[in-house]
C-alpha cells in the first residue's frame, strides 16, 4: 500500500558545512501525530537558505523510502527518517517516478489529510553533501537518479504516519521528476511547456526557465 512512513520536521539548526558561517535546517527528525500543513509546508518546519529552499513550489520534500533502503545497502549505514532532509518519507510510491504535475491525496483514518502536487526534482547541493559526510555525494547521488521530489500544497490540512497516499491526477505528457535533472532532454522540455499551454499544472518556475533554455538551445542549433 502506499502510504506515509514518516513525517518529518527540522529538529534543530546545524552549521552548514558547505556554506562557511551559516546555518542550515537539513537536521530533519521523524514526529510523532498529525502535523499542520499550509501554504508553505509543515509546521515546524523551516528554511535557513530561502533563495534555493522552500517557499510554495517547494514547501514539501519528499522521499521514497524503498530508495533509502537502497542507499543503506550501499552505504553500509542506518539512515533514519529524515537524514535526506525530507519532510516525508513515503512508502510505495515511486518519488522520483512520478510524473511532473502529478497530484496527491494523503488522507488518514481520522479524518485528516492534504492533496499536494509534484514540482520539481530535488537538486543536491553542497549543504546535503557536507551533512551527509559521504565522498562525492552529490555526483552519486545524482548518478542513481532516485532525486526525490518537491511538492506544492493545493490543499492544506494535516499529515501524520500511517495516512495512505493515492494519486488523484497524472498529467499526460509523462515527464517524470528523474527526467528533469541533471539533463532535461530537448523532447522532455518540449512536452513540459506543451502541456503547460494546453492547461497542465503550472511549471515551478527553475523548471519552466530550464525547459526554455533547452529549446532555445536547439532552435539556435538547427
Known amino acids: 500500500m502506499s502510504q506515509v512512513e514518516a513525517v518529518c520536521v527540522v529538529h534543530q539548526l546545524q552549521p552548514d558545512g558547505g556554506r562557511p558561517g551559516e546555518q542550515t535546517a537539513i537536521d530533519k527528525r521523524a ?11 509543515l509546521a515546524g518546519d523551516t528554511q535557513c537558505d530561502t533563495k534555493h529552499h522552500g517557499g510554495p513550489e517547494q514547501a514539501v520534500y519528499a522521499y521514497a523510502g524503498e530508495d533509502v533502503e537502497r542507499w543503506a545497502a550501499e552505504l553500509g549505514r542506518d539512515l533514519p527518517a529524515g537524514v535526506f532532509g525530507e519532510n516525508l518519507r513515503l512508502q510505495g510510491v515511486d518519488v522520483s517516478g512520478a510524473v511532473v504535475g502529478e497530484t496527491w491525496r494523503i488522507a488518514d483514518d481520522e479524518g485528516g489529510g492534504c492533496v499536494l502536487q509534484v514540482t520539481s526534482a530535488r537538486q543536491p547541493c553542497r549543504t546535503f553533501a557536507a551533512w551527509m559526510e559521504e565522498p562525492r555525494w552529490v555526483r552519486r ?20 504516519a500511517g ?16 527526467d528533469t535533472f ?4 530537448l523532447e522532455h522540455a518540449a512536452a513540459l511547456l506543451d502541456a503547460e499551454q494546453s492547461g497542465s499544472p503550472r511549471l515551478h518556475p527553475d523548471l519552466r526557465r530550464a525547459a526554455r533554455r533547452a529549446v532555445t538551445r536547439a532552435t539556435a542549433g538547427s
Do not use: I, K, N, W
Open 31 to 41: 514526529v510523532a501525530g498529525a502535523v499542520a500543513v499550509g501554504e508553505l509546508g
Open 141 to 160: 547521488f545524482t548518478a542513481v537518479g532516485a532525486l526525490g521530489a518537491y511538492l506544492r500544497v493545493l490543499e492544506t490540512g494535516s499529515v501524520v
Open 163 to 178: 495516512a495512505r497516499v493515492e494519486v488523484l491526477d497524472r498529467p499526460d505528457h509523462g515527464v517524470t521528476v528523474a
Open 182 to 185: 541533471p539533463h532535461l532532454a
